[in-house]
């Protein structure tokens, strides 16, 4: 049986329950925010976004957008033409391009009369019990407030050990944290298909996926540009931490923003990924780091040294 056999039943069903769906977590990235040809802004695009967000929460839903580009901002602003390796010099586009980021939300947010806030994260933020607790109320009081949380990774401070790596996790552990029972992942493809489709016209979208095999695993490619940093690879991962907290996923194109209403509709737009919530789900089984529990360990020895 081929792959978009075995995986591409109808979705009927499934696809009819997005509708009920209360707290969705949308994560766009760099490339999508961005104009090809001169790494500018899209704006038009993310007026777009911002209208279409607005008017979801305006629905009584509560909604988080995990937003990249801060590095592509910044790398725009300080003049330099290729995305920079260093991490210094990625930290310091994110430091110009974070600000720059978030001053267009906020201006266009607020011709909606919607408030938005930031939230910038690490793993640490995570590992940490304090920290992750104290992220958890910030968003739950945000929630009540009627605030819409802008989060990305806090790459100004962030090291090779604790960041995330890409946001396509980041809104995964996202939503395990805030119990959000939706995550849209908008990419620059139509969803999981059966192979590259920028270099196989041949491959074949996958509709629906309700288990994360060893199959669909090696079939996912890890694929990168010059702006963003998650391929199919680190889409795959974070369908298995959302829907192991109990989310459903759908991977959809973000040329066409108006795709996270049609998702909402029950349309079957890009690829489904249905909530397989672990009775024991715990969120540091997915992020806990070597550094953490060194740090952890050292601090246990230097206690019993000190008894």
Known sequence: ???????????????????????????????????????????????????????????????????????????????????????????????????????????????????????????????????????????????????????????????????????????????????GDLLILLSDIDGLCTDDPHTNPDAKIIRIVTDIDDNLTSMAKSTTNSLGTGGMTSKISAAKIATASGADMVIANANNVRNIYHILDGKEIGTLFTARKEGDFNILKYISTKQYYESFNNFGKHCEDAE
């Open 1 to 179: 049986m081929i792959l978009s056999e075995r995986y591409g039943r109808k979705t009927m069903y499934e696809r009819d329950a997005l509708r009920n769906k209360s707290r969705i977590v949308i994560k766009i990235g760099s490339s999508s925010l961005t104009h090809p040809e001169t790494g500018s802004l899209n704006l038009d695009k993310m007026e777009r976004l911002v209208r279409l967000l607005t008017d979801i929460k305006h629905q009584g839903k509560d909604v988080v957008l995990v937003s990249s580009g801060a590095i592509a901002v910044g790398r725009k602003a300080l003049g330099l033409v290729e995305r920079p390796t260093e991490r210094t010099i990625k930290q310091a586009c994110a430091a110009v391009g974070q600000a720059n980021l978030m001053m267009v939300y906020q201006k266009l947010f607020a011709e909606y009369s919607q408030m938005a806030a930031q939230i910038l994260m690490t793993k640490y933020t995570m590992i940490n019990d304090i920290s992750r607790t104290n992220a958890q109320n910030t968003f739950n009081e945000l929630f009540k407030m009627g605030v819409i949380p802008i989060v990305n990774e806090n790459d100004t401070v962030s090291t090779d050990e604790l960041d995330f790596g890409d946001n396509d996790t980041l809104s995964a552990i996202v939503t395990a944290l805030v119990g």
